[in-house]
T-cell receptor, first 116, second 113 residues
Framework: EAGVTQFPSHSVIEKGQTVTLRCDPI?????LYWYRRVMGKEIKFLLH????????ESGMPNNRFLAERTGGTYSTLKVQPAELEDSGVYFC??????????????FGEGSRLTVL | AQSVAQPEDQVNVAEGNPLTVKCTYS??????LFWYVQYPNRGLQFLLK??????LVKGSYGFEAEFNKSQTSFHLKKPSALVSDSALYFC???????????FGSGTRLQVQP
């Protein structure tokens, strides 16, 4: 069974440009999460999808970030325009519905974003 | 609000010695507590969890963690460290009313041969 896959693994862009990160969750997992780790600090929650609906987007830092999950399968996270402080590793995780209540998430390897 | 503190950026231990990675938490209501591990160039992997019941929980790779409600702690332990245990360890918490986990800043475990 394929795990959670994220693309690209590393992206280097200039301030003001746009980047789109993609996450393919494990097949059948309704719950999809985006997290971010900046500069070796804590892994911070960004948002949570249940199927195609945004269940919790309280962690999204500002309106430069847009997440979508059309059709309830893969998800994209767009940063437009990118700022220097957006640099970090963006993790995607997924889980089945029951597991969501007990916190067992399956993580992708992360997409490292560097904004110059 | 829920939060996690991992006071040590790095823990160094010799192979064969016991190891402890510390974690304290703050959450409203009963906590669900977790440890995840990240090996180099890999995603986070679930190690173990405390939901309810016995305060000592056992997980993968010989790790265990002890839930201490009075000290709001959930320290990760292993009786005998292996070099292959060297990795980044994250503690996480969630409350019963929320699905998203709150993670700590991570502790790098370095096991020397």
């Amino acid at each position: 069974e394929a795990g959670v896959t994220q693309f690209p693994s590393h992206s280097v862009i200039e301030k003001g440009q746009t980047v789109t990160l993609r996450c393919d969750p494990i097949s059948g997992h309704d719950n999809l999460y985006w997290y971010r780790r900046v500069m070796g600090k804590e892994i911070k929650f960004l948002l949570h999808f249940v199927k195609e609906s945004k269940q919790d987007e309280s962690g999204m830092p500002n309106n430069r970030f847009l997440a979508e999950r059309t059709g309830g399968t893969y998800s994209t996270l767009k940063v437009q325009p990118a700022e220097l402080e957006d640099s970090g590793v963006y993790f995607c995780a997924s889980s089945q519905d029951l597991a969501a209540n007990t916190g067992e998430l399956f993580f992708g390897e992360g997409s490292r974003l560097t904004v110059l | 609000a829920q939060s996690v503190a991992q006071p040590e950026d790095q823990v160094n231990v010799a192979e064969g010695n016991p190891l402890t990675v510390k974690c304290t938490y703050s959450v409203s209501g009963n906590p669900y507590l977790f440890w995840y591990v990240q090996y180099p160039n890999r995603g986070l992997q679930f190690l173990l969890k405390y939901i309810t019941g016995d305060n000592l929980v056992k997980g993968s790779y010989g790790f265990e963690a002890e839930f201490n409600k009075s000290q709001t702690s959930f320290h990760l332990k292993k009786p005998s460290a292996l070099v292959s245990d060297s990795a980044l360890y994250f503690c996480a918490v969630k409350s019963t009313g929320r699905r998203a986990l709150t993670f700590g800043s991570g502790t790098r475990l370095q096991v020397q041969p």
